[in-house]
Nanobody, 125 residues
Framework: QVELVESGGGSVEAGGSLRLSCAIS????????MAWFRQTPGKEREGIAA???????TYADSVKGRFAISQDNAANTLYLQMNNLTPEDTAMYYC???????????????????WGQGTQVTVSS
C-alpha cells in the first residue's frame, strides 16, 4: 500500500512563502504521477500541480508562476514551494499519487489513487 505523509503547513502573512513536503513510500513502477491538491470548506478539491516520473510538471492557472512542484527521488519526497502567497491560497493541502501507463495522464487530476492526510495552510492579509 502506497503511503503519503505531508508536512510543512502553517500560517504565514500574505506575500510570504512556505514549502510543503510529502514523504512517499512503496510507490513503484516505471511510470507514476504525483500531485498536490487543495481544498477549502464548501468547495471541490482542486488539483494545482503535477509531476511525472521524468520530472515534467503541470500547474493550474491559479498557482502558475508562484508555486513549484519538485521531487527528490533519493529521499522519496515530493515538495511544493509556495511563494507570494495570498489569502486565497488558504486551504488544506494534500499530496497524491497514482501509477499510470503514460505520463500524459498526470495532469488528469480526477483519478489519483493514493492520498496523504493533508496539511493546513493559512495565509493572513
Amino acid at each position: 500500500q502506497v503511503e503519503l505523509v505531508e508536512s510543512g503547513g502553517g500560517s504565514v502573512e500574505a506575500g510570504g512563502s512556505l514549502r510543503l513536503s510529502c514523504a512517499i513510500s512503496k510507490l513503484t513502477g516505471p511510470t507514476y504521477c504525483m500531485a498536490w491538491f487543495r481544498q477549502t470548506p464548501g468547495k471541490e478539491r482542486e488539483g494545482i500541480a503535477a509531476i511525472d516520473s521524468d520530472g515534467d510538471t503541470t500547474y493550474a492557472d491559479s498557482v502558475k508562476g508562484r508555486f513549484a512542484i519538485s521531487q527528490d527521488n533519493a529521499a522519496n519526497t515530493l515538495y511544493l514551494q509556495m511563494n507570494n502567497l495570498t489569502p486565497e491560497d488558504t486551504a488544506m493541502y494534500y499530496c497524491a499519487a497514482k501509477r499510470t501507463v503514460s505520463s500524459r495522464y498526470c495532469p488528469v487530476f480526477d483519478d489519483y489513487d493514493y492520498w496523504g492526510q493533508g496539511t493546513q495552510v493559512t495565509v493572513s492579509s
